[in-house]
């Protein structure tokens, strides 16, 4: 593979924001578990769930800070190596960016500090009002920036000026025709990915008969969600695939693996596609399945990339097994979700050893997913980065050198070894220290508000005999 400006700064942008979507894969979740927490807390007094949500939260602060440097050098790459893309969408894309800062990064900053070091110093109530508008916070980021995104891979709502886009309803900018099946479909694998997270760690702790009281309560809770929102993911992804299947038609048919396309074709298990002689080798497929499954026909036609010009395809050597690795893991989520059911129902849950170490490995799948299938949306919108109008070819810098391009991204890849490895260490510390121990007493009304110090007047009353 010959280097050039093109293929470096794809490489560096796929680099940072792999990096990146690591923080909000985890955070977004995350929020909404600390506010839970503090609701119990709240409603309840239990102070473990103060200890739980203490515990998190420092998790979650040095996630989110990890999350916003690799959020900022991300943005400064569509100047220095997109600046073609940035000039000609810049008009509707630059304006969707901005109000995922005004309304979401903003509203998380503002909250971030009372969650972080108001407990104590602020009433209950207020505390909690933090935490809630601090997930708020993450949940609009993430609408934000899945519409942007989304509006790349179904570009609606707008009219092309000079070589500008420009906006001509921005209703259908926003909500376009793939945005609420990404939405829902991310924001699943997000809580999914926090879930595990969760049940691996207390799983971890039950294994080393630690803190078996707080590891109870978030495996239980981790466990319960997994298994509401495993079987969701697959019905989500099966109905996002059909919108892409409407939209992206080529990208289907590489995530497949098929070139002749037509009626009942079949579920590719295993193959090496062959781009240059466009055929699988060694392939190993269910007749038929792959129609029942895209068109929920057997008798249905799917498309094959030998429909579509050569220079207009994806490749499908890389989607073909991303696609499937972020399939196989769904698969395993679920067998987790039933597996947790049956264990919950022999009230075994908290005495299976063997369970628990299938849960401390399983922690890193739901990152593991969400990296497989950016990589199988993002390489299968190719050649494209606003699909079907703007080549990526044509969105880089035109000025960029390679000399340029490879220092940059030598230079990002120590800088993120060494930020992002330092702050790892620090987070395993964090998670071997784990959570500080609290009564359950209920604290009094007079102990949920901060107190005035004593004036010298105060502390030479003495008390009555």
Request: with cysteine; charged share 15%; aromatic share 12%.
């Amino acid at each position: 593979m010959d280097l050039d400006p093109l293929i470096l700064s794809r490489i560096q942008f796929a680099f940072t924001i792999s990096f990146h979507i690591l923080f909000p894969s985890f955070t977004v979740g995350l929020a909404c578990w600390i506010a839970l927490l503090e609701a119990l807390w709240v409603g309840t007094g239990k102070g473990i769930y103060r200890s739980l949500s203490e515990f998190w939260t420092r998790i979650f602060a040095l996630s989110f800070g990890l999350g916003v440097v690799s959020g900022i050098v991300m943005s400064y790459q569509f100047g220095t190596n997109w600046s073609r893309w940035s000039d000609t969408v810049g008009n509707v894309l630059g304006p969707l960016i901005q109000y995922e800062v005004v309304t979401a990064f903003f509203l998380e900053a503002a909250f971030l500090g009372i969650l972080l070091f108001g407990r104590d110093r602020v009433p209950r109530g207020i505390h909690l009002m933090a935490a809630c508008l601090v997930a708020l916070g993450t949940l609009l980021s993430s609408f934000w920036i899945l519409s942007a995104n989304s509006w790349m891979h179904t570009p609606a709502g707008f009219e092309i000026r000079d070589g500008r886009y420009f906006v001509t309803d921005w209703w259908q900018v926003v909500f376009n025709p793939s945005f609420p099946y990404r939405l829902a479909h991310m924001v699943t694998a997000m809580f999914l990915t926090t879930s595990f997270v969760v049940a691996g760690i207390s799983a971890w702790y039950l294994l080393k008969r630690r803190y078996p009281d707080h590891a109870r309560i978030g495996l239980g809770m981790a466990l319960a969600l997994i298994t509401v929102l495993a079987p969701l993911q697959i019905f989500l992804g099966d109905e996002h695939g059909l919108n892409t299947l409407e939209h992206q038609p080529a990208k289907i048919a590489a995530m497949e693996g098929n070139w002749e396309g037509g009626t009942r074709a079949p579920l590719v298990l295993f193959a090496i596609p062959d781009v240059e002689k466009e055929t699988n080798h060694l392939e190993i497929g269910i007749p038929a399945l792959s129609s029942l499954i895209l068109t929920h026909d057997f008798d249905g036609t799917v498309p094959g990339l030998k429909q579509f010009p050569a220079d207009e395809r994806p490749d499908p050597r890389i989607i073909f097994w991303t696609f499937r690795l972020m399939v196989g893991i769904g698969m395993l989520m679920l067998a987790v979700a039933v597996t947790h059911l049956v264990l919950r129902f022999r009230g075994r849950l908290y005495s299976s050893d063997w369970f628990f170490r299938i849960l401390v490995g399983c922690m890193p799948i739901g990152f593991v997913a969400i990296l497989a299938g950016w990589f199988t949306t993002e390489i299968g919108r190719q050649p494209y980065v606003v699909y079907g109008h703007l080549r990526t070819a044509d969105a880089v810098t035109p000025s960029l050198t390679v000399e340029a391009a490879l220092v940059s991204l030598l230079s990002f890849v120590v800088a993120y070894t060494i930020i992002y490895g330092a702050g790892t260490y620090y987070l395993i510390r964090l998670l071997r220290i784990g959570p500080t121990p609290l009564h359950d007493a209920v604290q009094p009304p007079e102990a949920q508000s901060p107190k005035r110090p004593l004036s010298a007047a105060d502390q030479s009353i003495e008390p009555a005999e």
